[in-house]
């Protein structure tokens, strides 16, 4: 029973890193950003992810810097907990009770006991700002339930709420009206624009607003691409605002520098505009970011911005507008429509990114590696456009090629296919185009798979489409006089009665392949491609196939659309079992006979796994998510899982990871969530003593060697060797700025001349070397007879039951001579 409470549903990874604005450390050396139940802490140079902060039971949504201590951040969530956090070590200092759930979090220097929180009111869609103070005590958890409103009437945004003038006032904005309150005064001045159209069909509903650090200014985006500067607002009469106009779309935030001497701004176009002395004419840009600014942050330094993007990317930029690094999250496309697969190669999941692209995502260190372009055209965002799609993706020949189609659809006789097939370039590390083929169809695709048994020597591709014919894709010899090459033609077209194909699939071996036509599923011969059996149960068109492995590869699966599972045994040609169930997802284990099937139920999504040869399921959990899961697969483990109890020991050699409707990436595991989400965030812990650099991690490897080795030397009470840290020379090197050092050369230098041997620290003991070839010599003759004649004194000596005293030989001696001879006074220099 332990062992069944121990496995769990767990987010592992691809949440959203834009979901609020990310927050820069005091250096700029560290970035924040929130990811799900999590706050993530990134190295602004290096990338990397350095610590997971974990203790929300809900979704976080909001972080802070504390101002009076810049070493120590605070988090809101949607659990009602505010949580005051040591990010150098990823500590968990204090825990705040506030009660509601919290929408966005805001901190001031001048209050250092109290920071602002949004929460909703008891009526639906109404949010307030209210002051929390934070009481002091010693105890980790302490209830913050004194809460005071400021402002009432405002989004739930952070974006549209904003302190100024150091605190003196907070901006907040919602629909058309713009609500100041003045924390000395005590009063809160109103300013609402029009809510009609103007003569240029612009709206003038506020998006955004961000106050100057310095002076009395307020800039506010809006639905028509303008930004007003609101000055005089004190004063109800006498307030006044300016326009500053480039964005054709709505502004999506802002931002004022450190300084307050800049205004940035971004939207939909993908560019980060900077207006100097918020004028109209000292523009910078910085234009194809990729993707939509969701959120923009500035260093607390001033030498760093950050951008948020809506394909889950933020951006780090110089204050010259140069981009420095970028953390890219899982993409999260329109729809993923080729599932999810994993690359044999890179071991990383595969699916829909980017319009048009692969995105390419390690499951390990929750990061996208790269994406590959497979439209290769420009994409142009606008709604009213027919994009084309990416639908469907495989790879063949473990991992050495990979096959992709696209299709765009503007009306149902206006269908546009194109297959194209990739192969891996080992000399550039990716997949280089190989074979462009027009209409390989004339409907859509449905069903695309490569025959990847290792006994195959010929590459095969096979298609399905609804036009109701399959095809049969081979690799062939497409040299010419000018160059050696390859490229796919197609080798035979199938079809059964007219009928769609829904699916196709090959057999473990690859000599079958199975077609499903509507309610009939199909079994063809790869050699000669003829039809051996079919299948016919008239429980629905058949959606899903697949073949059993190992030892239950003799059995063949289908799901309908009638939410019936059917398995069929292969050498009776006879139904084995069948049952009711509405499969969502059917997945076959790579490494075992575990078949892990979803299905969708009132309550959420069921999990089903179970082997073909027994239609009893070996594991069943109720509820795994609220959602429809969509997609599924399974990633084999580096190392195997030792599960005994027979429900469980389906994730010994896998593990099943699955894609909600929502794309909430998540899998079962045994583990805690901190060993399962933060797999390297133990190895990059920083220590005080040590930056973390690329050297500290190597020499963190060795001293991991040296504990082991010295433990050893303990065990065996030996003697205890010194640790590179407990000398004060190495200390020093390691500690000093490298700007103070001497150059590498004079230190090479140095170290080499303590190696080489002095002649004055040679022993007066020592014989001439011409004397030690002749012993060596002599000694090489005479090592056999020693050895006889030391066993006969030994062999007699145990008779005697006398005590035995060792005699060296003279091999020995002189190797033990030859240690006489090393000087290790070089050592004391250390």
Not at 170 to 185: E, M, N, P, T
Not at 247 to 268: E, I, K, N, Q, Y
Not at 645 to 658: D, G, P
Not at 786 to 807: F, K, P, S, W
Request: glycine share 4%; charged share 25%; proline share 3%.
């Amino acid at each position: 029973m332990e062992e069944e409470e121990s496995i769990r549903v767990v987010h592992c990874g691809g949440s959203e890193l834009n979901f609020r604005r990310a927050v820069f450390s005091a250096d700029s050396k560290y970035i924040f950003c929130v990811s799900g139940d999590f706050v993530k802490v990134y190295s602004t140079t290096t990338e990397e992810c350095v610590h997971i902060l974990q203790g929300h039971t809900d979704l976080v949504t909001g972080i802070q810097l504390n101002p009076s201590n810049h070493l120590q951040l605070y988090s809101c969530s949607f659990d009602g907990t505010i949580k005051l956090w040591d990010y150098l070590d990823g500590i968990l200092i204090k825990t705040f009770l506030v009660g509601p759930k919290l929408y966005a979090l805001f901190t001031l220097t001048r209050a250092e006991d109290s920071v602002f929180v949004i929460t909703n009111k008891e009526e639906p869609d109404v949010f307030q700002l209210v002051s929390v103070k934070l009481p002091k005590s010693p105890s980790q958890e302490v209830e913050a339930k004194e809460l005071s409103s400021v402002l009432d009437y405002i989004n739930q945004s952070p974006k549209c709420t904003a302190f100024g003038r150091e605190g003196e006032y907070v901006a907040a904005v919602r629909d058309f009206y713009l609500s100041v309150y003045f924390f000395k005064k005590k009063t809160t001045s109103r300013y609402t624009l029009s809510s009609a159209r103007n003569k240029k069909h612009a709206k003038n509903n506020f998006t955004c607003v961000a106050c100057h650090p310095k002076e009395d200014c307020i800039a506010s985006g809006h639905m028509d691409g303008k930004i007003r500067l609101w000055r005089n607002f004190d004063d109800d009469k006498k307030y006044t605002y300016t326009c500053l106009h480039w964005h054709h779309d709505m502004v999506m935030d802002l931002a004022f520098s450190v300084t307050g001497a800049s205004l940035l701004s971004g939207g939909r176009e993908c560019v980060l505009v900077e207006w100097r002395d918020a004028a109209e004419k000292n523009k910078e840009f910085l234009p194809r970011l990729g993707a939509a600014i969701e959120y923009i942050s500035v260093a607390p330094a001033g030498d760093l911005f950050c951008t948020s993007h809506a394909d889950n990317k933020i951006m780090v930029i110089h204050r010259n507008l140069d981009t420095s690094a970028v953390i890219q999250g899982l993409v999260k496309d329109r729809s993923i429509l080729t599932g999810l697969m994993i690359d044999p190669k890179t071991k990383a999941l595969v699916l829909n990114g980017k319009p048009g692209h692969l995105q390419f995502y390690s499951l390990q260190s929750d990061k996208q590696l790269y994406n590959l372009d497979i439209v290769q055209q420009e994409y142009i965002n606008d709604s009213g456009l027919f994009q084309i799609e990416l639908t469907k993706a495989a790879f063949g020949c473990f991992g050495n090629w990979l096959a992709t189609v696209e299709q765009r659809q503007e009306k149902e006789s206006e269908l546009e296919l194109q297959m194209k097939l990739w192969k891996y370039n080992k000399k550039t590390q990716g997949f280089v185009l190989n074979t462009k083929i027009s209409m390989p169809h004339d409907d859509h695709i449905t069903g695309l798979c490569f025959r990847n048994a290792e006994r195959c020597e010929a590459l095969t591709l096979v298609t399905a489409s609804k036009d109701g014919h399959f095809k049969v894709w081979i690799l062939t010899d497409d040299s010419d006089i000018y160059k050696k090459a390859v490229g796919w033609t197609c080798d035979f077209v199938g079809s059964y009665h007219k009928y769609q194909a829904t699916d196709c699939c090959f057999s473990e071996d690859g000599s079958l392949l199975a077609v499903s036509f509507e309610e009939i599923v199909t079994v063809w011969d790869s050699e000669t491609w003829e039809l051996k059996c079919t299948f016919c149960q008239r429980a629905g068109k058949i959606r899903r196939l697949c073949f059993g492995r190992l030892t239950c590869s003799k059995y063949l699966l289908g799901a309908t659309e009638n939410g019936i599972l059917c398995c069929w045994n292969l050498l009776s040609c006879a139904l084995e079992w069948s049952a009711k169930l509405s499969i969502g997802v059917m997945e076959p284990d790579p490494h075992s006979e575990h078949i892990a099937a979803v299905s969708r139920s009132s309550g959420g999504s069921d999990l089903f796994v179970f082997k073909p040869s027994e239609p009893r399921p070996l594991h069943i959990q109720k509820s795994i998510c609220r959602e429809e899961v969509q997609w599924g697969v399974f990633v084999p483990r580096d190392v195997p899982e030792s599960f005994t109890s027979e429900a469980h020991q389906w994730l010994n050699r896998s593990q099943f990871y699955f894609l909600t409707k929502s794309q909430s990436l998540l899998t079962f595991s045994a583990k805690s969530p901190e060993e399962k989400l933060t797999p390297t965030s133990k190895q990059l812990l920083a220590e005080e003593s040590l930056p973390t650099t690329p050297f500290y991690f190597i020499l963190g490897k060795h001293r991991q060697q040296q504990d082991k080795k010295l433990n050893e030397t303990l065990e065996n009470e030996l003697v205890q060797l010194p640790l590179t840290e407990n000398i004060p020379a190495i200390n020093e090197l390691l500690h000093t700025p490298a700007h103070v050092l001497p150059s590498a050369s004079f230190l090479c230098s140095m170290f080499i001349n303590s190696l080489l041997l002095s002649e004055e620290t040679k022993s007066a003991e020592e014989t001439p070397d011409d004397v030690d070839m002749e012993e060596e010599k002599e000694s090489d003759d005479s090592d056999e007879e020693n050895n006889l004649t030391e066993h006969v004194q030994v062999t007699g000596n145990a008779d005697l039951g006398e005590d035995v005293i060792y005699q060296l030989s003279k091999s020995e001696e002189k190797e033990l001579r030859k240690f006489r001879k090393v000087d290790y006074s070089w050592i004391t220099a250390l």
